[in-house]
């Protein structure tokens, strides 16, 4: 197979390295890709957003499979465009990536279909949604309702915390039309846990799941990010639990948006939140999570080319069963001084050459070569992902090549993992 990966991250990274381990995958492109990215495919300079571009490069190169890494691609229509063309593609159509793209859609949905997650209420008004909060329970949740990078997703433990988050989004509009509406929703405690399946629209592979850690600083701290590191898996969930969420979660999902005629092929990723009361879907998303990929894939046994084709086709059930490898993986991830907001850019990368260890991987997303040199060139800038026979060894592996690399204002948490160990309790399975 001749395959396209889309986009130009760490996820998409690891989606080239893992497909290129596929005896079917004989050659990759990516676009517009990294600089990492360029060490084992072919990058070509087409943005995620050109789909002209990327359709024509697809018939033109004999493409056989197209795979979209970032969420806005499929939330505008790519897979409905290749589609037409007859380009087989892996993703869901724009009509089921809503279950994303706009949160007021799956909060509904998830409603409708009895699927558990928060009590919420959708406002566009912003003197509205602060009469509401402030006589609401602290702390509360508040959304922006389209994509945001991950970075959309707010908890306010005061009342002040609130109403300044409200304003920020409903009247600064800080993330212009993604934040024409929000959700305010009751908040939730317990363990927050990520678990991707691949579905043709009936049939669901699971994948293991992993935890991800979204706050910039250590102990949760600071400000929401798109991810700065991943474990994998989360053995804090027990199989009763994974049966219930397939039962009342991926189940009742994929087969709802079937009834809604919007049937649901790709990865379907459930964020959720293991309460005392049981899991409840904090939100879901259309395509691979980054970082959780670079932990996850890593693990698969299974040829990731020929899942993705069956999923594509329709015929998933005909691919078997997915298999794992034993053991842990760890992504920790590198970022740039200034992330999320204001990442700086353009710094000279040290060490990426000084180590030797086989069972560590780095995952490039913000890098691009000049000349001799690695010089970063995005908030998150590398993701480095250890694996050995348990966590603590594979974050080991993580951590001491990490300590072989750097740049000036290198950001990154030494306690990726932390929760891995604490109890859940749930009632009510």
Same mark, same amino acid.
């Given at each position: 197979?001749? *395959? #396209?990966? *889309?986009?130009?991250?760490?996820?998409?990274?690891?989606?080239?390295?893992?497909?290129? $381990?596929?005896?079917?995958?004989?050659?990759?492109?990516?676009?517009?890709?990294?600089?990492?990215?360029?060490?084992?495919? $072919? =990058?070509?300079?087409?943005? +995620?957003?050109?789909?002209?571009?990327?359709?024509?490069?697809a018939r033109k190169n004999h493409i056989?499979l197209t795979v979209v890494g970032p969420?806005?691609?499929? +939330?505008?229509?790519? *897979?409905?465009?290749?589609?037409?063309?007859?380009?087989?593609?892996?993703?869901? &159509?724009?009509? +089921?990536?809503?279950?994303?793209? &706009?949160?007021?859609?799956?909060?509904?949905?998830?409603?409708?279909?009895?699927?558990?997650?928060?009590?919420?209420?959708?406002?566009?008004?912003?003197?509205?949604?602060?009469?509401?909060?402030?006589?609401?329970?602290?702390?509360?949740?508040?959304?922006?309702?389209?994509?945001?990078?991950?970075?959309?997703?707010?908890?306010?433990?005061?009342?002040?915390?609130?109403?300044?988050?409200?304003?920020?989004?409903?009247?600064?509009?800080?993330?212009?039309?993604?934040?024409?509406?929000?959700?305010?929703?009751?908040?939730?405690?317990? $363990?927050?846990?990520?678990?991707?399946?691949?579905?043709?629209?009936?049939?669901?592979?699971?994948?293991?799941? &992993?935890?991800?850690?979204?706050?910039?600083?250590?102990?949760?701290t600071g400000p929401n990010t798109g991810?700065?590191?991943?474990?994998?898996?989360?053995?804090?969930?027990?199989?009763?639990?994974?049966?219930?969420?397939?039962?009342?979660?991926?189940?009742?999902?994929?087969?709802?948006?079937?009834?809604?005629?919007?049937?649901?092929?790709?990865?379907?990723?459930?964020? /959720?939140?293991?309460?005392?009361?049981?899991?409840?879907?904090?939100?879901?998303?259309?395509?691979?999570?980054?970082?959780?990929?670079?932990?996850?894939?890593? /693990?698969?046994?299974?040829? /990731?080319? #020929?899942?993705?084709?069956?999923?594509?086709?329709?015929?998933?059930?005909?691919?078997?069963?997915?298999?794992?490898?034993?053991?842990?993986?760890?992504?920790?991830?590198?970022?740039?001084?200034?992330?999320?907001?204001?990442?700086?850019?353009?710094?000279?990368?040290?060490?990426?050459?000084?180590?030797?260890?086989?069972?560590?991987? #780095?995952?490039?997303?913000?890098?691009?070569?000049?000349?001799?040199?690695?010089?970063? &060139?995005?908030?998150?800038?590398?993701?480095?992902?250890?694996?050995?026979?348990?966590?603590?060894?594979?974050?080991?592996?993580?951590?001491?090549?990490?300590?072989?690399?750097?740049?000036?204002?290198?950001?990154?948490?030494?306690?990726?993992?932390?929760?891995?160990?604490?109890?859940?309790? =749930?009632?009510?399975?």
């Amino acid at each position: 197979m001749r *395959v #396209l990966v *889309v986009g130009s991250g760490g996820r998409e990274h690891t989606l080239v390295w893992k497909l290129k $381990q596929s005896p079917r995958v004989k050659k990759i492109y990516a676009t517009p890709g990294n600089g990492g990215i360029a060490l084992i495919a $072919q =990058t070509v300079n087409i943005k +995620a957003d050109d789909f002209e571009g990327l359709i024509n490069f697809a018939r033109k190169n004999h493409i056989d499979l197209t795979v979209v890494g970032p969420e806005a691609p499929l +939330a505008a229509g790519i *897979v409905d465009e290749f589609q037409k063309r007859r380009l087989r593609i892996f993703g869901p &159509s724009k009509d +089921a990536a809503e279950l994303e793209g &706009s949160k007021t859609f799956s909060k509904e949905f998830m409603r409708k279909y009895h699927i558990p997650t928060a009590p919420f209420q959708v406002f566009t008004n912003a003197m509205e949604a602060i009469t509401f909060i402030k006589s609401a329970a602290k702390p509360i949740v508040i959304k922006a309702d389209g994509l945001a990078a991950g970075k959309g997703v707010f908890i306010a433990r005061t009342q002040d915390e609130a109403v300044e988050t409200v304003d920020n989004i409903l009247t600064h509009r800080k993330f212009g039309r993604a934040g024409e509406k929000i959700i305010v929703e009751t908040f939730l405690e317990g $363990q927050e846990v990520s678990i991707m399946a691949f579905t043709d629209g009936k049939t669901i592979r699971y994948m293991l799941p &992993s935890q991800d850690h979204k706050r910039l600083g250590d102990g949760d701290t600071g400000p929401n990010t798109g991810g700065m590191g991943a474990y994998c898996p989360a053995r804090f969930l027990d199989e009763e639990t994974m049966a219930f969420i397939r039962e009342h979660i991926f189940e009742p999902t994929v087969s709802g948006m079937e009834k809604e005629g919007r049937p649901y092929r790709g990865v379907l990723y459930a964020g /959720l939140i293991i309460t005392e009361a049981g899991p409840k879907v904090l939100e879901f998303n259309c395509r691979f999570g980054d970082p959780e990929t670079q932990a996850v894939l890593p /693990l698969l046994k299974s040829d /990731l080319a #020929l899942i993705l084709k069956g999923v594509a086709d329709g015929n998933l059930n005909t691919v078997g069963e997915v298999d794992w490898n034993n053991g842990s993986a760890a992504c920790v991830v590198m970022a740039s001084k200034g992330y999320p907001e204001n990442p700086e850019i353009g710094k000279r990368i040290a060490g990426l050459r000084n180590y030797s260890d086989k069972r560590c991987f #780095l995952f490039h997303a913000g890098t691009r070569r000049d000349g001799k040199n690695w010089l970063t &060139s995005g908030g998150r800038v590398i993701g480095v992902t250890g694996i050995d026979h348990d966590l603590p060894a594979a974050l080991a592996r993580a951590y001491d090549v990490i300590g072989n690399i750097k740049f000036e204002g290198m950001v990154y948490r030494r306690d990726i993992g932390h929760k891995a160990e604490m109890p859940v309790k =749930t009632v009510g399975i």
